[in-house]
């Protein structure tokens, strides 16, 4: 199974489009494939607890447990904030890194996409990200893609519309799916 994690929990968030993009076209290709889109964590996730097996947040046993645990690559949309990756990221994989790590994250293989609205297409979060994540033992794909100024991909409705931009993204889906 494949797992596309849209990575921010901001509701109208720019990173959605792109996740969805690839969602779909993993989708005609018959893959077993889960979107997993951050604005569905709400309410308290963080407190002193969250990161003890008996006493982690319901959602975050579920994840684990129905997505992350089967799931042989993942495919991280990784927005620009402040400098880096947004925190509920940190979040959600330190609360599982603490349950189950080696089923979790051990030897799984994982793509990455920077999204900015700037010129630089999030390099440095994707390279915070990928530190993170080879600490796990997940393997890092090297084609890591920034997409900068976002806002000239996208229409009014929120879709993606650059062709140039769709393109490479269908080559990175390419290098994910031989991977």
Not at 81 to 105: A, Q, W
Not at 132 to 144: A, E, Q
Request: net charge negative; with cysteine.
């Amino acid at each position: 199974m494949y797992s596309i994690i849209s990575g921010s929990n901001r509701k109208g968030n720019r990173t959605l489009p792109f996740a969805q993009y690839i969602y779909d076209g993993l989708s005609k290709r018959k893959t077993a494939t889960r979107l997993l889109d951050l604005t569905h964590l709400s309410g308290e996730l963080v407190y002193d607890t969250m990161y003890h097996p008996d006493t982690q947040p319901e959602y975050f046993q579920q994840l684990q447990q129905e997505q992350f645990i089967p799931t042989e690559k993942f495919w991280f949309f990784v927005p620009e904030y402040n400098g880096s990756y947004p925190g509920i990221i940190k979040i959600l994989l330190d609360s599982m890194s603490t349950v189950d790590r080696e089923s979790t994250f051990q030897n799984k293989k994982v793509m990455l996409t920077g999204i900015a609205s700037g010129r630089a297409g999030n390099l440095r979060g994707m390279d915070h990200l990928a530190d993170v994540l080879n600490h796990l033992g997940m393997h890092v794909h090297p084609n890591k893609k920034p997409i900068s100024s976002i806002y000239r991909c996208l229409d009014k409705e929120n879709v993606l519309v650059d062709d140039k931009i769709k393109g490479e993204l269908d080559a990175q889906m390419e290098d994910f799916i031989n991977y």
